[in-house]
């Protein structure tokens, strides 16, 4: 294993760009990069396992062949280098093929998450404007109420329409892939909007040697593993790190056609042998509330497992390590960076529990006041990358559309965070979800993470709820293990619990106990939601109805 110092003392851009990429920033084509470069080598590419238990493999000799065909019905449609081609699709070999298809023209492939309402999806195809949406059966129906919408192509199509599979059959098996420079774009991807309308952002092909990084150093992927990354492909962690990562580096991904549940998740692994492993504190929560159900079937299966999207509890890492005798480690990143913040599996360095880790081979991590000068260790402030010491930091800003997350040579995350003495980064918090009170702030990680450290315990979401005299109070929102209810001296106790692990000020003066917790389509929790509720009620309680 490298030891992490010496991984950043040896860093060199130009270096990683000709090994990752044979050197060659102005001749570029993902197709080739994530499946062409691997052809002949025998190697499995995708690994598909649908809900009933059937299973099927590619190699990326198979996927090359389907993937020339299906460009070829693409180019039939007008696409060509630069356009937009959209993906409706469950985890399956066509949503795999569409995407190489629309790369290996030098177009730029637009994830829609399959859970998207027909608004949701209206507003993402017409600020990206693409020529082309590919879909199935069960999601074709959305389209119908998408003003709008582009030419459609679907997986079992209705009478009359474009059917994937005979679009397939009449193509040409030949077609050469057009090439790019690394600045352009090859995915158009979309923010989860939590606090606005969803911004459109380019990720330009240089991004591939970052993603291959991550895969290397973080999630310390080997050539003898079985890799599953539970992560949506209509998402960036999915998109990022479960295809394009792994296919770059010529190992297989696998694809779970189903919905997530405990039993899936254990079959999966044990069936498949998977052995590296990825997903978010959400899906692992859940995971952990089973118990037994979850751990005895896959017992030993496991190498590594890897999380992100939210912070990771302690509580959660406790856990794998007792019950399953594996590491899971913590990973920080935005749809606008990529992962640019872990705790390295495959590089040697300490790790600070409950740390998000250190700063990605590539990248300058710095913690920024409100001034934007860069803060020491032990001094909350806001997460930001210098982009002049940098080299793989490829975000440019939201396409067509202004950004206020620039301030000189740094990009603001938005995220309040405080570094460690010895170099790792803890989060505290969306600057938005940090809590004043009483002067003290308060992170909501920290509380959440106490909360669920209480066996009664499986979910909690902290805000900072609008009070006169403390300008905010901490309130909880819990969601309870089966077997317990709801009660003033649960209540009291969980109370209790936070104090004596945190600290006399940030424990939650009160507690709503609630059976689930809004969340964004990627599982991070919504806790604005919660915030603008609470507001809502205490203005109308402020309200004296006007007598006649």
Known sequence: MRDYAEAVRVFEYGEAVATALHGNLEALNACVECCDRHVGSGRLALLHEDRDGNSSRYSFDQLQSL???????????????GDRVAGLMPRTAELLVTVLATWRLGAVYQPLFTAFGPKAIEHRLAQSRARVVVTDSLNRCKLDDVHGCPTIITVNARSGELDFQQCMDSASQVCEPVMRSGSDPFLLMFTSGTTGPAKPLE???RAIVAFQGYMRDAIDLRPEDNFWNLADPGWAYGLYYAVT???????????YDGPFSVDSCARVIDKLGITNLAGSPTAFRLLIAAGEQFSAPVNGRLRVVSSAGEPLNPEVIRWFAEELGVTIHDHYGQTELGMVLCNHHGLRHAVHMGAAGFAIPGHRIVVLDEQGQELPAGQPGI?????????L????????????????????SGDTVELNPEGSVSFVGRSDDVITTSGYRVGPFDVESALIEHPAVIEAAVIGKPDPQRTELIKAFVVLAAGYQGSAELEEDLRQHVRQRL???????????????PKTPSGKLQRFILRNQEVAKQQAQQITPVSA
Not at 67 to 77: E, G, H, S, T, W
Not at 245 to 255: D, I, K, W
Not at 399 to 409: D, E, I, M, S, Y
């Open 67 to 81: 993937a020339v065909r299906f460009a070829n019905v693409l180019k039939a449609q007008g696409v060509g280098a």
């Open 203 to 205: 990720v330009p092909l």
């Open 245 to 255: 990562g792994p296919l770059s580096l010529g190992h297989a991904t696998t694809f």
């Open 383 to 391: 997460l930001a990358v210098d982009r002049e010491q940098s080299p």
């Open 393 to 412: 930091c490829w975000f440019a800003g939201y396409h067509g559309l202004p950004t206020k997350a620039f301030v000189g040579k740094y990009y603001l």
């Open 503 to 517: 600290y006399a000020h940030a424990y939650p003066r009160e507690i709503e106990f609630v059976s689930e917790l």
